[in-house]
Nanobody
Framework: QVQLVESGGGLVQAGGSLRLSCAAS????????MGWFRQAPGKEREFVAA????????YYADSVKGRFTISRDNAKNTVYLQMNSLKPEDTAVYHC?????????????????????WGQGTQVTVSS
């Protein structure tokens, strides 16, 4: 059974930075992808960023492009989300998710339904 544990959330002022981590345990991955999604109060969970385990291609939501960077450490089975120039609208619970097989397209890699394991989430709050 795959387990995902997020860390690194917290309270930061607008313009600040945070680095989220997601450590996966239970197995190693050679295909599929890992993604970050976020959910603000009263809103649906939305795609933030994703990275393929093989090759390392990255994908971003337009709202975070140029400010957030996703990266991975395959040896540690860990994915990171570096968040810079944070805005109050980035406030949400951030969840990591893993798809443990296959090769999702550049479109489907952004879908929640493409992922089969989810973490519990970490709160990010950006004050104005």
């Amino acid at each position: 059974q795959v387990q995902l544990v997020e860390s690194g959330g917290g309270l930061v002022q607008a313009g600040g930075s945070l680095r989220l981590s997601c450590a996966a345990s239970g197995r190693t991955f050679s295909s599929g992808a890992m993604g970050w999604f976020r959910q603000a109060p009263g809103k649906e969970r939305e795609f933030v960023a994703a990275i393929r385990w093989s090759g390392g291609s990255t994908y971003y939501a337009d709202s975070v492009k140029g400010r957030f960077t996703i990266s991975r450490d395959n040896a540690k089975n860990t994915v990171y989300l570096q968040m810079n120039s944070l805005k109050p609208e980035d406030t949400a619970v951030y969840h990591c998710a893993v798809r443990d097989n296959g090769y999702p397209s550049s479109m489907t890699i952004r879908w929640r339904t493409s992922y089969n394991y989810w973490g519990q989430g970490t709160q990010v709050t950006v004050s104005s």
